[in-house]
């Protein structure tokens, strides 16, 4: 007993030496293990959250698509569509041919000074309807392509601020459900409201350009792409220099929604209605991207390339496949060409070369990436 206490007074330093050392490593194991399991446990929710995340991207990606897919075979066909039959009806010119048709005849009654009425008249409309199936046929393609990509964004904002649950991720399936139907339906909102004021500016900017162009004077296909571009111009400065948005966008969501409840509005999908305050938010955005510096120089650049490609196809049909030069012709020999060419305009997008030469622009593709991103903000 003794021996055991000598050796304990003599060695007590070394074993509680040798003692800590054991505990410390053990602690220091218990420590490690601890946060071995909590790294294991955070990698095992980061690997859930990028799950999660991918999930999110991929079903957000399906429904842009979506949009995109529905925006592409349905809404701008069908704004297409409608908007050319109300051009073809408010600005025909049939009636006018006829009556020039019929006043060669032997036995007509006109006189002379109604004939030239007849072909004043025919000059005015013949131009304002080219002029706007021009300007009506690119700012509604490119009004839709910004309707889609500000969806597209507003879409990606909610699902990442994680204000949507599961269960309403699922629902992104769902076009109709989230109410975008009816913002997409402002598409038509030119063809029904619009279009009429539209007209009557266009015509007005097309007396004012050709009051002093006779029938008789000689025009080179530079002349009359300088024509073309002048009536666009002038009609886009009328009244003041964004007054020409109120020909494709409501007011406000309040006056749209007034408008899509009377009977001839065609709109009876209840359903398919978002909250007005919603709706309200998107129509602001929308007249802020189309009142942008940006989108008046990619609309300024667009309906320049279109006239350059109608004036091309003008000179083609003169020369018959010729690669000489045009000479310039009376501008009553052009008035033919372009009557047959202002509905080709407006053919179903599909097959619409005109609508794809649009849509190709590098412009025209960077300016929808602004608008989807949001960066740099539109000024």
């Known amino acids: 007993m003794l021996s055991l206490r000598g050796f304990w007074n003599k060695h007590r330093r070394k074993l509680f030496i040798a003692l800590g050392a054991l505990g410390g490593g053990y602690a220091i194991y218990k420590f490690y293990d601890a946060h071995r399991r909590r790294v294991t446990l955070l990698e095992r929710q980061l690997e859930g959250v990028r799950d999660v995340d991918e999930l999110i991207k991929s079903q957000l990606q399906n429904h842009f698509e979506n949009i995109q897919r529905i925006s592409d075979t349905t809404t701008l066909p069908y704004a297409m569509h409608y908007l050319k039959s109300r051009i073809a009806a408010d600005l025909d010119v049939s009636y006018l041919t006829e009556k020039l048709r019929q006043a060669k005849g032997q036995y007509s009654t006109l006189t002379t000074k109604d004939k030239a009425e007849l072909w004043e008249r025919l000059k005015i409309l013949s131009f304002t309807r080219l002029a706007t199936s021009i300007w009506s046929m690119t700012v509604l393609c490119l009004y839709v392509k910004v309707l889609v990509n500000i969806l597209g964004r507003h879409l990606y904002v909610d699902i990442a601020r994680g204000s949507e649950s599961s269960e309403t991720l699922d629902e992104v399936e769902s076009f109709g459900r989230h109410g975008h139907q009816e913002f997409l339906a402002t598409a038509d909102y030119l063809s029904t409201y619009g279009i009429s004021t539209l007209i009557m500016n266009m015509q007005s900017a097309a007396a004012e350009v050709l009051k002093d162009k006779q029938l008789k004077d000689p025009f080179s296909m530079e002349k009359l792409h ?154």
Do not use: C, H
């Not at 501008?331 to 599909?350: H, M």
């Open 226 to 379: 300088e024509m073309i571009m002048q009536i666009l111009q002038l009609f886009m400065s009328i009244e003041s220099p964004n007054y020409w948005i109120s020909y494709l966008v409501p007011e406000n969501a309040v006056t749209y929604r007034q408008m899509m409840a009377l009977p001839f509005s065609g709109f009876d999908d209840t359903s398919a209605l978002m909250d007005v305050g919603k709706l309200e938010q998107l129509v602001s955005e929308t007249w802020a991207v189309l009142s942008s510096t940006e989108f008046r120089n990619i609309t300024e650049l667009s309906l320049n390339k279109l006239v350059n490609v109608l004036v091309e196809e003008i000179d083609m049909q003169l020369k018959g496949g010729s690669s000489s030069a045009s000479e310039a012709i009376p501008l009553v020999t052009l008035l033919p060409r372009v009557t047959q060419l202002a509905p080709q305009l407006l053919d179903e997008p599909s097959s619409n070369k005109f609508i794809q030469i649009i849509q190709s622009l590098p412009e025209v593709q960077f300016f929808y990436t602004l608008v989807y991103s949001n960066t740099p903000p539109l000024s």
